[in-house]
């Protein structure tokens, strides 16, 4: 799989555009998705491979390993304002418990969305944007995650762009895993940070919380560079800050686009 997709990246990199349009704007690495959308009739992709292993310590030390190999955001454009999304994600999970080792593979995250900039940044007055999507529990083949009964999600992304060299973002949503469930709200708060035009440096703070739960919450940093103004790489880390779970996360992705159609 990993070859396939290297093999594809490397071929779209290879017949990207180089008309003059804005640096490709991203929702990864990380966890809080930018307000921009992408450009009219162009195709984008954000791919991203993710390690993550908890440990739970209760006496004994269990741990679950997860595989992303990879995730996928798919994003057209159409017109200035507007995009419709695909969201899909291949997993291996290797839960390790004293007398077992249970392995399952498959889809684990189907979603179907759009997001829609609908306000600029002007003063104290930040860019937004509102995302949305719809998940299909029901088609996921790993028996994590597929449900009968599908879920949704939305958020309102927001950026302030205080110079050349340092933006914020944050964002703000609600998650229901199934329809009818109670929801889980999420935060994001990540910080920016440009060296030069080939370079982003990001730290992020993020959390879900649920009724009658004690909240989650993750932070990480990463690193970004464009390879040109249609093709990026990254990669990233971070921990959740728990204490009766142990959690860390590794990934890298790379994030590319091209124009579907010629100027009139």
């Not at 195709?43 to 996928?72: M, N």
């Not at 189907?110 to 003063?123: D, P, R, V, W």
């Amino acid at each position: 799989m990993l070859k396939y997709v290297l093999t594809y990246c490397f071929l779209v990199f290879s017949i990207c555009l180089t008309a003059q349009i804005k640096k490709i704007e991203t929702d990864r690495p990380g966890q809080t998705n930018t307000p921009s959308t992408t450009p009219n009739k162009w195709l984008q992709s954000e791919v991203g491979f993710q390690k993550q292993t908890d440990k739970f310590v209760y006496g004994v030390v269990l741990k679950d390993i997860y595989f992303q190999h990879p995730s996928l955001l798919a994003k057209y454009g159409i017109g200035s304002r507007f995009e419709v999304r695909l969201i899909t994600e291949l997993s291996y999970v290797n839960k390790r418990r004293v007398n077992s080792n249970d392995i399952n593979k498959g889809t684990t995250n189907t979603q179907i969305g759009a997001k829609f900039n609908f306000l600029k940044q002007k003063g104290f007055i930040p860019k937004a944007a509102i995302i949305a999507h719809y998940r299909f529990n029901a088609l996921n083949t790993n028996p994590i995650g597929r449900d009968s009964i599908n879920g949704a999600n939305f958020r309102f992304a927001m950026l302030h762009t205080t110079s050349d060299n340092f933006s914020l973002g944050y964002n703000l949503g609600m998650d229901w895993d199934e329809l009818g469930s109670p929801p889980v709200y999420l935060y994001t708060f990540s910080p920016r940070f440009s060296f030069s035009e080939d370079w982003l440096v990001f730290i992020e703070l993020y959390g879900f919380i649920e009724k009658n739960r004690v909240p989650k919450t993750s932070a990480d940093v990463g690193i970004s560079y464009f390879i040109n103004d249609n093709f990026k790489i990254d990669a990233s880390g971070g921990t959740r800050i728990n204490k009766d779970v142990r959690i860390k996360f590794y990934s890298i992705g790379a994030s590319f686009r091209f124009k579907t159609s010629k100027d009139n």
